[in-house]
């Protein structure tokens, strides 16, 4: 069984920086393609960035382009997501997620974990 616990969210004023863990079990993260999405309040949830299984491909909404970094640890199971120039409309949920296949759009991600919350005042 899959599971995917994010964290590392909180309150941070704009400009500055988080780092998000989605720590797995149940799925080696060096072998699926690992996703970051996030979710406003009465918005759709939207991709933010992926990795895929292997070689380090990387993906990257425009909105964050150059400012967030995903990485990957395979030795402790964990995908990481810094976020450096922080924006007020960068505040949402931010949900990690697992698939075979890299890709952007949530629907195409077979496991997801709960969230952790992020908020940019400004």
């Known amino acids: 069984q899959v599971q995917l616990v994010e964290s590392g969210g909180g309150l941070v004023q704009a400009g500055g920086s988080l780092r998000l863990s989605c720590a797995a079990s149940?799925?080696?993260?060096?072998?699926?393609?690992m996703g970051w999405f996030r979710q406003a309040p009465g918005k759709e949830r939207e991709f933010v960035s992926a990795?895929?299984?292997?070689?380090?491909?990387?993906a990257y909404a425009d909105s964050v382009k150059g400012r967030f970094t995903i990485s990957r640890d395979s030795a402790k199971n964990t995908v990481y997501l810094q976020m450096d120039s922080l924006k007020p409309e960068d505040t949402a949920v931010y949900y990690c997620?697992?698939?075979?296949?890299?890709?952007?759009?949530?629907?195409?991600?077979?496991?997801w974990g709960q969230g952790t919350q992020v908020t940019v005042s400004s």
């Open positions: 990795i895929g299984r292997s070689g380090g491909r990387t």
């Open positions: 149940g799925v080696a993260v060096s072998t699926y393609a």
């Open positions: 997620a697992a698939d075979r296949v890299l890709g952007v759009v949530p629907r195409e991600y077979d496991a």
